[in-house]
């Protein structure tokens, strides 16, 4: 008898009459869970290992999302445009939110494509997990893999969408300086935070079956408070008159609003944030990053069950 099958012998008649628990029993013979949550190195090592695959599956649903329609990945650049023009007419026009904002549209234009891309990251998180219970339940791999592609996939379409960006902001008047070789740390900075809440959200949604139905909300309130069409200084210290700790504390505590100001630091010449915002930048890249794998990895096991 070999000693797997040995080891199940054991443990019925331990069972049967009380001798050995069966978890001494399966420590004894070098016996473990089948889907038991690794150690946090082990985890990440393997996440590593799979790399390829998180990639490749990013990547293939990036190609099949848009293959239905006409216009194919040109909704990746023609949907955050549409809300900028809407918001642009709306925010900007209308209710006049433009007010004393040196090149409004590149100024709206930023905060849109920038907020958009840690929404849509947040958004796909919270139904990484619900949304593959099949694929979970049929293989074993680390579960995080599954958030992690979609925020490469997010990724993926941000690129397209920075490179209309630029050309934007050339057109409206500004030019490019050596400040702007600072982009790509920004997106590191904002991909960092976006895997970290993509991780939370993605453990949320796995057991808040109507996470996915309050989410568009929470996002809409998210929008409004992070000045994407309006100034955050102006309409705080200067229309409603409060101190000027209350905005940079809007700044600081809002890990959106700051990429979004780093941001526009770096594409508009004219535009002046609140001192350090890089620091709060870097604050909430590492935080969330650290904090949401450690979250997400404390519920491993739990993963694709019920």
């Known amino acids: 008898m070999s000693q797997p099958e040995s080891a199940v012998a054991d443990a019925q008649a331990g069972g049967r009459s009380g001798q050995e628990p069966l ?13 038991a949550r690794p150690r946090f190195p082990v985890y990440v090592r393997q996440l590593w290992e799979r790399r390829h695959f998180i990639l490749t599956y990013a990547t293939s649903r990036n190609v099949s999302k848009y293959s239905s329609s006409a216009l194919g990945q040109l909704w990746q650049i023609l949907t955050p445009l549409l809300n900028a023009a809407i918001y642009y007419v709306m925010f900007g026009i ?95 900075l904002q991909t960092m935070f976006n895997i970290g809440a993509g991780l939370v959200m993605a453990r949320l949604g796995s057991s ?4 996915n139905q309050l989410l568009p909300f929470i996002t809409r309130t998210w929008l409004y408070a992070s000045g994407v069409f309006f100034s955050i200084q102006e309409k705080v210290v200067g229309s409603a008159g409060l101190p000027q700790w ?14 979004i100001e780093f941001m526009r630091d770096i594409l508009i010449q004219g535009h002046n944030p609140p001192g350090m915002v890089w620091i709060s930048c870097v604050f909430w890249a590492v935080f969330a990053l650290g904090f949401g794998f450690w979250y997400f990895w404390r519920a491993e096991e739990r993963y694709g069950r019920g």
């Open 94 to 188: 209308v209710l006049g939110g433009k007010g004393n904002i040196e090149n409004y549209p590149a100024f709206l234009l930023t905060g849109m494509f920038v907020f958009t891309y840690t929404q849509r990251s947040v958004a796909a998180g919270a139904k990484s997990i619900s949304g593959n219970l099949s694929l979970i339940r049929a293989l074993h791999f680390p579960r995080a893999s599954l958030p992690l592609a979609y925020t490469i996939q997010e990724l993926q379409q941000l690129a397209i969408s920075m490179g209309v960006l630029f050309l934007i902001v050339i057109l409206t008047g500004e030019f490019p300086t050596w400040f702007w070789l600072m982009i790509p740390v920004v997106l590191l």
């Open 23 to 35: 978890a001494k029993l399966a420590a004894r013979y070098g016996l473990r869970r089948a889907i």
């Open 246 to 259: 209350v905005a940079d504390t809007m700044y600081y505590l809002n890990p959106a609003a700051s990429y």
């Open 208 to 211: 808040m079956r109507d996470l």
